[in-house]
């Protein structure tokens, strides 16, 4: 899957309107290394490149405003939370965990563009929900106070997610053992 060379797909203007990325690089990897990982899953190579530069290369080539969280917090939680307080004044957030390296960058605009009738805006891939998770501002203060490892759940549960489906397998493609790693090299190889 290469980066066609016509991106970034939204301009610096639209981008200070839009929503942030928040990749999330935080999480140990346990997983991944317990299924025979010799390295953090982050770095492990797909087709030739890191899972998270992968994931780096379609928030950057998005054009969107992005915040990488790789502090080493103990939970998700407080990832978001970490990444929420030093993005403050952003117009909303994009949860993105850092281990999707397959998210299409046209993906990552649709929902940022989608509009926004309630505050959490979720992606749906064949009846799976996925992510970039998106949310309003009026969910800053709530997601700058998560803990723990449960991540945005209980600001979601406490609003009604809108979901919008899209057509891309990467918001689901997550990389936690190295049988997801085999599963996203051949998800690329068919796309190629």
Request: hydrophobic share 45%; net charge negative; charged share 20%.
């Amino acid at each position: 899957m290469n980066i066609p060379t016509s991106y970034p797909l939204v301009s610096s203007l639209e981008a200070a309107a839009l929503p942030v990325v928040l990749v999330l690089a935080s999480g140990r990897g346990e997983r991944f290394t317990a299924s025979g990982g010799k390295v953090h899953k982050l770095q492990a190579d797909l087709a030739g490149t890191p899972v998270m530069q992968r994931t780096l290369n379609a928030v950057r080539a998005s054009g969107l405003r992005w915040h990488l969280e790789d502090a080493g917090h103990p939970g998700m939680g407080d990832s978001i939370a970490a990444a929420v307080r030093a993005t403050r004044d952003a117009p909303g957030w994009m949860v993105l965990p850092a281990d999707l390296p397959l998210i299409r960058p046209e993906t990552l605009v649709d929902i940022a563009r989608a509009s926004l009738a309630g505050e959490v805006l979720m992606p749906v891939f064949e009846g799976q929900r996925g992510h970039p998770v998106r949310f309003a501002p009026a969910c800053g203060d709530a997601l700058a106070a998560l803990q723990g490892n449960q991540g945005a759940a209980p600001v979601v549960s406490a609003r009604a997610a809108i979901k919008i489906v899209v057509n891309d397998p990467g918001c689901i493609t997550d990389i936690d053992t190295l049988d997801d790693l085999q599963r996203a090299e051949r998800l690329l190889q068919a796309a190629s």
